[in-house]
């Protein structure tokens, strides 16, 4: 069996496992990558694509944002449907921060290639990922890299691997507890060939289901539909898809949507979950490995930037000077800022979805909740600072 030895041993090549490889080599810690897909897989897989103000300032420090500050989309508010009347959110009036459209796929394309340009090592299409030892001072993964049995040893593992990744489920029964969250309901959603038919995000709440129009670029428009839990893809033809999309999204009974080719399409199931600690030993789990958010406010990858960025800073003090304390304190305050972020995303989802359960009741006390966020200053500006990410920064700072 081949020995590799390295630094830091990452599962996964998402957005979380390639930042945290790129942050630690710009402090001259090294790492080395594996990923179960195929680079081309996870470049083209598409997600969220909302960043917030704070997530587009990790990524420029870290050297990575030239081709986001070029083509991302900046935006300072979006617009709530509702009742057949429109209104608009000015969060960064609000607030002072702005958010920036630009997909999760670019941000990997992106990171892929400065990992590229620095020599750093992230190996592609290995699938058979077993962790051992993480208790002791040399955890280590054994995987096949290159046709050939290897073994990676490091001095730590960052699992990086996603909601169904393997570290996790490597943790020993009892070691942690898990949290979670099912909604009765899923999005459907479509990356669509048409420019957007909106500057500004529209979160349109209907009696049928919530409905969004978002964006990539000023071509490519990404747009979500509320369908039931176990919907199957095939009872959604195109018409279906934009019929749909225009009926909940029009205002004042008008319908002004403009439709193209579907350049693809997916369902994404609507669950919150948490495990608590995020570490076990010399294994950190960061990003969905540890906690994944209903969509809603599109929060999941901002999250798992920050805690990369705490992950990042934590190994550099102890390779600085041996120090453990941010290392020690990285799963207590990485969960106060997602079990934030969990909130918003229960607040966000409950705000605007229609539920099975929802009697004319639920509906009038939504309709209420949805008047008092465009009615009141207060509360908007409370919505505001958790949508841009204001309210994590707060939360970070204050524990520091
Ligand atoms: N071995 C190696 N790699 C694995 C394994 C495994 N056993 N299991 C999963 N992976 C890889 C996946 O193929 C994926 O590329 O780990 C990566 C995890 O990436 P993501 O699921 O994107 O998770 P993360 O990097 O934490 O990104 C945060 O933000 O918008 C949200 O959920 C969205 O992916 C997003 C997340
Ligand atoms: C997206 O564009 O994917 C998106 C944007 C805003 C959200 C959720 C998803 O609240």
Not at 2 to 31: D, F, K, N, Y
Not at 331 to 346: K, M, N, P, T
Request: proline share 4%; hydrophobic share 45%.
């Amino acid at each position: 069996m081949r020995t590799l030895r390295t630094q830091v041993v990452i599962v996964g090549a998402g957005p979380s496992g390639l930042l945290l490889s790129h942050l630690l080599s710009l402090r001259g810690i090294e790492s080395i990558v594996v990923e179960r897909r195929t680079r081309e897989y996870v470049e083209q897989r598409v997600r969220a694509g909302l960043l917030e103000h704070g997530t587009v300032e990790v990524l420029r420090e870290a050297g990575v944002a030239d081709r986001l500050d070029r083509e991302g989309l900046v935006h300072e508010g979006f617009q709530l449907r509702f009742d057949g009347g429109q209104h608009r959110l000015p969060f960064t009036e609000l607030t002072g921060w702005t958010t920036c459209m630009y997909g999760q796929q670019e941000v990997v394309k992106d990171l892929i290639r400065a990992r590229e340009a620095a020599g750093g090592a992230v190996h592609f299409g290995i699938d058979d990922v077993a962790l051992f030892d993480v208790e002791s001072d040399a955890p280590r993964a054994r995987c096949t890299v290159q046709d050939e049995p290897a073994e990676i040893i490091g001095d730590f593992v960052a699992g990086c691997d996603g909601f169904h990744g393997v570290c996790r489920r490597s943790l020993p029964a009892g070691s942690f507890t898990a949290y979670e969250h099912a909604y009765p309901f899923a999005w459907l959603g479509i990356l669509a060939e048409v420019p957007p038919s909106t500057e500004e995000l529209i979160y349109a709440v209907h009696e049928r289901g919530f409905a969004l129009h978002s964006m990539r670029s000023p071509r490519i428009s990404r747009l979500y539909l509320q369908v039931g839990p176990e919907e199957p893809l095939a009872d959604w033809p195109d018409a279906r898809i934009w019929a749909e999309l225009r009926t909940r999204l029009a205002v004042d009974g008008r319908e002004g949507l403009n439709e193209g080719p579907i350049l693809s399409r997916g369902v994404t199931a609507m669950r919150s979950f948490v495990m608590e600690p995020m570490q076990w030993g010399r294994l950190f789990l960061a990003g969905d490995a540890a906690h994944i958010v209903p969509p809603s406010a599109a929060k999941g990858l901002n999250l798992a930037v920050a805690d990369v960025r705490r992950l990042a800073a934590a190994f550099a003090a102890w390779y600085a000077d041996g120090t453990m304390e941010l290392l020690n304190r990285y799963s207590r305050d990485s969960l106060a800022a997602v079990w934030q972020g969990q909130e918003f995303s229960a607040v966000m989802t409950s705000l605007l979805h229609r539920f099975p359960s929802d009697g004319a009741y639920e509906v009038r006390l939504r309709r209420a909740r949805l008047q008092e966020l465009v009615t009141s200053r207060a509360s908007a500006t409370a919505f505001a600072e958790n949508y841009v990410g204001l309210s994590r920064a707060r939360l970070v700072a204050g524990g520091e």
